[in-house]
C-alpha cells in the first residue's frame, strides 16, 4: 500500500482529531517501531533509509528517506511505542522526504522545534532568486516554492500534535525539553 492511498485512510479515521493536512502532508501513525534502516547524521539531525512503525492491527507502514531531529531521535528506538507525526515534504529528493517532527509515547511528549519544510523553502527561494538573472532559470524553482511557502502559513504543526484540547496541550507542553 502506497502512502498517499494510507494518507487517504488515516484521514478518514482521525477526522475528529482536526484536518490532517493533506496539501501539506501531516500525518500520525499510532504503533510501534518495529525496524530502522541504516542513517546518515551529523549534529544536528538523522537521516533513516526508512522507518518502520507497526500498527496494532498488524500494518506495516514504511516511512521512506525521513529525517530525524535530535528532540525525536532522543525518544525513537526499536520497540517505541506511541503516535508519530510525520511531516511529508517533498515526492521525490536525494537526501530525504520526510521529518518526523513528533512523538507521543508513555507520558511522554517530544515535539521538534526545528521545521525543515520551511528551512528547505528558504533555501529553495534564495537558489531560485540567485538563478532567477540567468535567462529566468529560477523562476522554474521559485515560482513552485512560492506556493509550498503558503502551505507552511496555512497549517500548523503544533495544532495537529497538541491538538484542540487546551489543557491537554498545556501539560503536553509542559513536557517538552528545556533547552539551555
Same mark, same amino acid.
Given at each position: 500500500? %502506497?502512502?498517499?492511498?494510507?494518507?487517504?485512510?488515516?484521514?478518514?479515521?482521525?477526522?475528529?482529531?482536526? %484536518? +490532517?493536512?493533506?496539501?501539506?502532508?501531516?500525518?500520525?501513525?499510532?504503533?510501534?517501531? =518495529? *525496524?530502522?534502516?541504516?542513517?546518515?547524521?551529523?549534529?544536528?539531525?538523522?537521516?533513516?533509509?526508512?522507518?518502520?512503525?507497526?500498527?496494532?492491527?498488524?500494518?506495516?507502514?514504511?516511512?521512506?528517506?525521513?529525517?530525524?531531529?535530535?528532540?525525536?531521535?532522543?525518544?525513537?528506538?526499536?520497540?517505541?511505542? @506511541?503516535?508519530?507525526?510525520?511531516?511529508?515534504?517533498? $515526492?521525490?529528493?536525494?537526501?530525504?522526504?520526510?521529518?518526523?517532527?513528533? +512523538? $507521543?509515547?508513555?507520558? #511522554?511528549?517530544?515535539?521538534?522545534?526545528?521545521?525543515?519544510? =520551511?528551512?528547505?523553502? +528558504?533555501?529553495?527561494? +534564495?537558489?531560485?532568486?540567485? /538563478? =532567477?538573472? /540567468?535567462? @529566468?532559470?529560477? /523562476? &522554474? &524553482? @521559485?515560482?513552485? =516554492?512560492?506556493? $509550498?511557502?503558503?502551505?507552511? #502559513?496555512?497549517?500548523?504543526?503544533?495544532?495537529?500534535?497538541?491538538?484542540?484540547?487546551?489543557?491537554?496541550?498545556?501539560? /503536553? *507542553?509542559?513536557?517538552? *525539553?528545556?533547552?539551555?
Amino acid at each position: 500500500m %502506497n502512502l498517499s492511498s494510507w494518507r487517504r485512510v488515516s484521514g478518514n479515521r482521525n477526522e475528529s482529531s482536526g %484536518n +490532517i493536512g493533506v496539501i501539506m502532508s501531516l500525518f500520525s501513525i499510532v504503533g510501534t517501531v =518495529t *525496524a530502522l534502516g541504516q542513517s546518515v547524521f551529523n549534529n544536528d539531525l538523522t537521516i533513516f533509509a526508512y522507518v518502520e512503525i507497526t500498527e496494532a492491527t498488524g500494518r506495516r507502514v514504511s516511512i521512506e528517506k525521513v529525517a530525524v531531529c535530535n528532540d525525536i531521535m532522543a525518544r525513537l528506538e526499536i520497540g517505541a511505542v @506511541g503516535e508519530f507525526f510525520v511531516d511529508r515534504i517533498f $515526492k521525490f529528493s536525494k537526501s530525504f522526504r520526510c521529518q518526523m517532527f513528533g +512523538i $507521543k509515547s508513555n507520558g #511522554v511528549a517530544a515535539l521538534d522545534k526545528r521545521n525543515l519544510r =520551511t528551512r528547505t523553502i +528558504i533555501a529553495q527561494l +534564495i537558489f531560485g532568486l540567485a /538563478l =532567477t538573472p /540567468l535567462f @529566468g532559470v529560477g /523562476l &522554474l &524553482l @521559485g515560482v513552485p =516554492t512560492l506556493f $509550498k511557502a503558503v502551505t507552511v #502559513v496555512t497549517h500548523d504543526r503544533h495544532a495537529k500534535f497538541y491538538g484542540a484540547d487546551s489543557e491537554y496541550a498545556r501539560r /503536553l *507542553a509542559q513536557q517538552q *525539553a528545556v533547552r539551555i
